[in-house]
């Protein structure tokens, strides 16, 4: 993989809002447009343990961030299927809707969803806790991604892959 450090000015931090995430990344991504440098890695996370992610990562020293795939537990179900190599992310807390800042009279807009997720060793329901955290961000479901019951459409080829296609993962 390419390293993106060598093309980026001395002094350079990436540590993007989530409004930023949202718009000028996962967004652009989504809709394959390119992004404004390839700092992100694309990644099956799921193939791997959360201390195996930091050498998959195109930047980064204590914060990661990837674009992922996101696969379905069961073929008709809507929800994500979060087993990892040696265990699985289990989502804590309460979801974040990611708002448009306001701007000139303009209302503020709900362009996406954060949600944290707590690595555990094992199987559900006896898995041991870790302390890695990640924060999941994807895009608020357009009404084209969505039947009249509120579901996700099946794919045309019968895949797992959840229609939004990729989230954007950062670990911590």
């Not at 961000?137 to 459409?153: A, G, H, I």
Request: hydrophobic share 30%; proline share 10%.
């Amino acid at each position: 993989m390419k390293n993106p450090q060598s093309s980026l000015p001395p002094g350079f931090r990436f540590h993007p809002t989530d409004e930023e995430l949202i718009l000028h990344y996962l967004q652009k991504k989504v809709s394959s447009i390119p992004l404004p440098v390839s700092i992100i890695a694309e990644v099956d996370i799921y193939k791997f343990d959360p201390w195996e992610l930091p050498d998959k990562a195109a930047f980064g020293e204590k914060e990661w961030y990837f674009f992922s795939p996101r696969d379905r537990k069961y073929p008709n179900g809507a929800r994500p299927n979060r087993a990892a190599a040696s265990g699985y992310w289990k989502a804590t807390g309460t979801d974040k809707v990611i708002m448009t800042s306001a701007s000139r009279g303009a209302q503020n807009e709900n362009i996406g969803v954060k949600k944290a997720l707590v690595f555990y060793r094992g199987r559900p329901p006896k898995g041991t806790k870790t302390n890695w955290i990640m924060h999941e961000y994807r895009l608020t479901e357009s009404p084209c991604t969505l039947t009249p019951t509120n579901r996700p459409t099946r794919l045309k080829d019968s895949s797992m892959r959840l229609p939004d296609q990729r989230s954007c993962w950062h670990p911590v």
